[in-house]
Nanobody, 119 residues
Framework: QVQLVESGGGLVQAGGSLRLSCAAS????????MGWYRQAPGKQRELVAA???????NYGVSVNGRFTISRDNAKNTVYLQMNSLKPEDTAVYYC?????????????WGQGTQVTVSS
């Protein structure tokens, strides 16, 4: 059983910063891609950022240049540093681990953490 536990969400004023963390636990041999998605009320879930085990990154257009994703493979943990936050960044942020070897392959989601940016 693989679990993803997120932390670091909260309330921040526009222009501020937050750092999200997500730790994967369980009998994990490897994780191909770890990433963050978000879903605002009434909107579809969208990619925020993703990072491969080799360190290649991909960002959503709306956060590129403001957010930075990083990863500690030894700890099976992914981080999201969010700077210059805007009210439109308000959403539930979900951690995702794709291509998880346990050794069977699977994808997993965290429970989500709320990020609220006030204007």
């Amino acid at each position: 059983q693989v679990q993803l536990v997120e932390s670091g969400g909260g309330l921040v004023q526009a222009g501020g910063s937050l750092r999200l963390s997500c730790a994967a636990s369980g009998r994990i041999f490897a994780i191909n891609v770890m990433g963050w998605y978000r879903q605002a009320p009434g909107k579809q879930r969208e990619l925020v950022a993703a990072i491969t085990s080799g360190g290649s990154t991909n960002y959503g257009v709306s956060v590129n240049g403001r957010f930075t994703i990083s990863r500690d493979n030894a700890k099976n943990t992914v981080y999201l540093q969010m700077n210059s936050l805007k009210p439109e960044d308000t959403a539930v942020y979900y951690c995702n681990a794709a291509g998880v070897s346990t050794p069977a392959w699977g994808d997993y989601w965290g429970q989500g953490t709320q990020v609220t940016v006030s204007s």
